[in-house]
């Protein structure tokens, strides 16, 4: 007679990545018009620099205007928002940029290469005009070097065993996700551009 009972299996998630996804179409509808105003503006005056853009046109960062003020809308309402889920103490605290926001415009053949944002905790990218699949999705790249090393043939893809993860943005959407975390942006085989903004948020302490 086999008395055999299946064993007792305790598992726990270690070390896990948090990125957070928002819609700010219905809250703050008139953020995307007056940013894509603002870049549109911007892109005929401003050469831009060069980052990981590759085909692309970086603006320099700024505080003001309305990229500024998608900065304080971020660093007030969503940013918060990550910071407790993670469990981070925000008492007497608050998140700020630094460094400031900057547009980022992908033509027809642009992407970007992979990168980290550096000397922050947290960065944010909010999505001003885009164009479904064929526009590039943003992929997020398993920061662990002993997973990527060498793992087994995968036989059914999930969200533990994946090296890359995508996700392709809509108009309005904001993307909360670490600093450290690599990500880099797919070409974009759309025939218009697609524009979003950028800013890194580290917390300070009110005074």
């Known amino acids: 007679m086999n008395t ?3 064993p007792v299996v305790v598992g726990q998630m270690m070390f896990a990545t948090l990125a957070m996804q928002f819609n700010l179409k219905e809250k703050h509808p ?6 894509l105003k603002e870049v549109k503006a911007w892109i005929k005056k401003d050469p831009g620099v060069v ?5 692309g046109w970086h603006s320099k960062t700024t505080h003001t205007g309305p990229l500024g003020n998608l900065t304080k809308t971020i660093a007030d309402e969503y940013a918060p928002i990550y910071g407790r889920a993670m469990g ?3 008492k007497n605290r608050k998140f700020f ?3 400031g926001a900057w547009a980022n415009i992908n033509p027809p053949g642009g992407s970007n ?3 980290v944002h550096g000397n922050c905790i947290l960065s944010a990218v909010y999505y001003v005009q885009t164009h479904g699949v064929a526009q590039g999705p ?3 790249c398993d920061p662990r070097p002993g997973a990527i090393q060498y793992h087994p043939l995968i036989g059914e893809p999930n969200y533990i065993n994946a090296q890359n993860i995508e996700r392709i943005p809509q108009d309005h959407d904001l993307l909360l996700f670490p600093s450290w975390l690599p990500h880099r942006v797919s070409l974009n085989k ?11 948020f580290n917390i300070g302490l009110v005074r």
Do not use: P
Not at 30 to 35: D, H, V
């Open 88 to 90: 981070w103490e925000l």
């Open 51 to 55: 980052k990981s853009n590759m085909g």
């Open 113 to 115: 290469n992979t990168h």
């Open 4 to 6: 055999s009972k299946e």
């Open 97 to 99: 940029s630094e460094g």
């Open 138 to 140: 943003i992929i997020f």
């Open 30 to 35: 008139e953020l995307r018009e007056s940013i």
């Open 190 to 200: 759309s025939k218009k551009r697609r524009i979003s903004v950028a800013v890194n």
